[in-house]
């Protein structure tokens, strides 16, 4: 069997699009080329930009949903889908080669530049309604917003890059949404292989759940209630007259939603993963939570009340679920020490080899007796210097910017850079299992630490608060995003250069963007800067929880002793667990061992109605497997990708409606009081 190629190209040739001409080439030597086009070129400039464009898309809707509801929404599977649709037309017209690698380059931009919201979303508002910009009008601040954009950008796609062995390689972690976007490209572009019908089956899989999500979901628009959240405990207590089982619900959120974007993701999760998440909701929102608040030591679920006021569940639980995911997150890190050590030293003798080269020398062998588990050619890998050199730019960039524009101590971005490095491995372990990045979380550690300023004013103390945090929390999601791409490159058997160059684009597309829509809303909706607005179409939840935080952390409140002693006790948990699961446990146990990074995430995440979905959708998965296994391995991934990719969408065609003036919920049907729906 022969694949086209341009005999002239390599792999790793990054040179712009050219009409490649059909050639033969050995499958001897080319294997993987059995079943998918041989692809000369992996990087084009014409799907890095297609990605990005497809990504500025639903980097406006995730501007418009953060500031609605404190929710995004990923570009992996926006840019998959619609990437194919548009670079398979471009290439039949040009008459050049598109497979699956340069499909995963298109969609690694959609990635990059559709990510880059999240510090619009959550401390840059904050920080306009607290005063601490000196005006309420974003214009007068547009070269500081530049300039932080640029950073946000760049500092946690370089340092992902040497993750990438560790979470990728070593651990394999799942990565729900990269491998959906994996699986979504080898079905669009399976048509007339040796696995034909196989593809065909996937990609009817794909179209149709795809399609059923998205509908289900607009239509949820329009009629809330039973075609979005059914609140079954809220029924029954109604019925029955028992008050408890409605508290359940419309106080601790307690219902089944039909998310099936994270129902979707449970096709694909670990049981371990799922139960263990679920435990940690149950823990926090349905037991102990609703008893300390009935004892009237906590006022209710969420939130972040100001001083005097006693917290929530969601803020009391915070700090235990964020140490056991830290203290996991990192034993997992160490009991790995080997890939760890060597990571360390190909570093440094990268950089050492840099200096020599600087200094015209010849480059210095390593010597390492250590063997990884990564098959990527050598020449597809990114060099060491380039993320090195990278990051050191960066960050120094980084430094100078946050003291000029933001009047932050050199030493705090110092220290809040090497805090997000650290906090970086939770947000990677939590998204790699559960596909949830908790950059919420990752926040208010580094809230935290930096609650106090020697020597500093009040304003300047909140100011370094909620920039550092910015930093981590942003630092965190482009760290994940990078590597969901590389992850997403490893089971397509492409180049991790290519992904690199193509978030390089992307990236710069996103800073382009990110602040004329910043604009654009705040103009419209002032009351997302000015929190004396009483009537505001935008309820800014996440600004409202950094805002209070930060008011918290540098007044008078401080976290409960009680929650501290807790998140101690949890810290050496997470770490003994790890150490027994790893060393002590046998292999046929340590699928159905309890996963403590999962149960803090279920600690901090407010909202069951998330782990809800994911139970039912690995319930599901659990079904069909056992009844039909091959139905299960040909079409599960497909499924999975199809519902996640139709949510994405229906929330770009929903907040398109939205900003139309299309009214939301005209009718509603099963809404068991006039606002609670």
């Known amino acids: 069997m022969a ?46 930009i297609v990605g990005s464009l497809l990504g500025c898309v639903v980097a406006a809707s995730n501007l418009y949903l953060g500031l609605k509801i404190g929710w ?13 649709l548009v670079l398979k037309s471009m290439s039949k017209v040009t008459g050049s080669v598109f497979g699956p690698k340069e499909n995963a380059v298109c969609q690694a931009a959609a990635t990059s530049s559709g990510g880059l919201s999240n510090g619009f979303v959550t401390a840059i508002p904050a920080m306009y309604r607290m005063g601490l910009m000196g005006s309420r009008d974003p214009q007068d601040h547009i070269a500081d917003l530049f300039l932080w ?35 979504t490209i080898k079905n669009l572009h399976r048509a007339g292989s040796a696995a034909a019908k196989d593809a065909r089956d996937a990609g009817r899989a794909m179209m149709t759940s795809f399609i059923f999500a998205m509908v289900w979901a607009v239509i949820g628009f329009f009629i809330p209630g039973i075609f979005t959240t059914i609140h079954i405990f809220f029924l029954i207590g109604k019925a029955t007259g028992y008050d408890a089982l409605m508290n359940a619900d419309r106080v601790w959120g307690w219902a089944f939603s039909w998310d099936w974007a994270f129902f979707g993701a449970g096709l694909m999760t670990p049981g371990s993963t799922v139960f263990s998440f679920l435990l940690g909701e149950l823990i926090a929102f349905g037991i102990a939570g609703p008893l300390m608040t009935s004892a009237g030591y906590l006022t209710g679920r969420g939130g972040f ?8 569940a969601q803020s009391w639980f915070l ?23 060597h990571g360390i030293l190909s570093a440094v003798h990268e950089a050492r080899n840099l200096i020599r080269k600087l200094q015209k020398k010849g480059a210095v062998e390593q010597n390492t007796d250590y063997v990884s588990k990564d098959t990527t050619p050598a020449h597809e890998l990114i060099p060491t210097w380039w993320w090195l050199s990278g990051l050191l730019v960066s960050g120094i960039v980084t430094i100078i910017v946050m003291k000029v524009s933001f009047n932050v101590p ?71 995003d990078m590597v969901g791409d590389l992850k997403t490159a490893q089971l397509l058997n492409a180049s991790p250069k290519a992904m690199f160059w193509a978030q390089v684009v992307g990236s710069v597309f996103a800073i382009a963007v990110a602040i004329p829509l ?18 505001c179409q935008f309820e800014t939840p996440a600004v409202v929880a950094w805002e209070n935080v930060c008011k918290l952390l540098t007044g008078t409140g401080s976290v409960p002793r009680e929650s501290m002693i807790l998140t101690i006790v949890l810290c050496i948990l997470g770490v003994v667990n790890v150490i027994v699961r790893v060393k002590f446990v046998p292999d046929a146990w340590k699928p159905y061992w309890i996963n403590l990074n999962a149960v803090g995430l279920g600690f901090i995440n407010p909202s069951p109605v998330y782990p809800v979905a994911i139970l039912c959708g690995w319930l599901a998965s659990a079904i069909w497997k056992r009844t039909n296994i091959r139905s299960h391995e040909r079409l599960m991934y497909s499924v999975s990708g199809g519902l996640i990719a139709g949510v994405g969408i229906a929330g770009l065609i929903n907040a398109a409606m939205t900003i139309g003036g299309v009214k939301e919920g005209p009718v509603r049907v099963g809404c068991f009081d006039e606002e609670y729906c």
């Open 3 to 48: 694949s086209p190629v341009n005999e002239k190209s390599q792999y790793g040739d990054y040179e712009p699009d050219q009409k490649i001409e059909a050639k033969t080439v050995d499958l001897a030597e080319h294997p993987e080329e059995e079943e998918f086009v041989y692809e000369p070129q992996q990087f084009t400039w014409r799907a890095s």
């Open 72 to 84: 995004s929404f990923g570009a992996a599977l926006w840019g998959s889908i619609f990437g194919f």
């Open 149 to 183: 954009t640029a950073c946000a950008a760049f500092f946690g796609m370089l340092f992902a890059v040497p993750l990438r062995s560790h979470f990728v390689i070593n651990q394999d972690l799942v990565f729900p949404t990269p491998r959906a976007a994996a699986e």
């Open 305 to 312: 009340p100001p001083p005097p006021a006693i917290g929530s």
């Open 319 to 341: 700090w235990p679920g964020v140490g056991m995911m830290v203290f996991t997150a990192f034993t997992e890190l160490g009991v790995r020490y080997e890939s760890l050590k």
């Open 410 to 480: 050199i030493y705090a971005t110092f220290g809040a850079l090497i805090l997000s490095f650290m906090l970086a491995f939770v947000g990677l372990q939590a998204s790699g299992e559960t596909d949830i990045n908790p950059t919420g979380a990752v926040a208010k550690v580094t809230q935290l630490v930096f609650s106090r300023v020697p020597g500093a004013d009040l304003a300047t103390v909140q100011k370094t608060n909620l920039m550092c945090a910015n930093i981590a929390a942003s630092v965190c999601s482009q760290s994940v």
């Open 518 to 535: 910043f604009l654009l809303y705040t103009k419209a909706y002032p009351c997302v800067l000015d929190s004396s607005i009483k009537n």
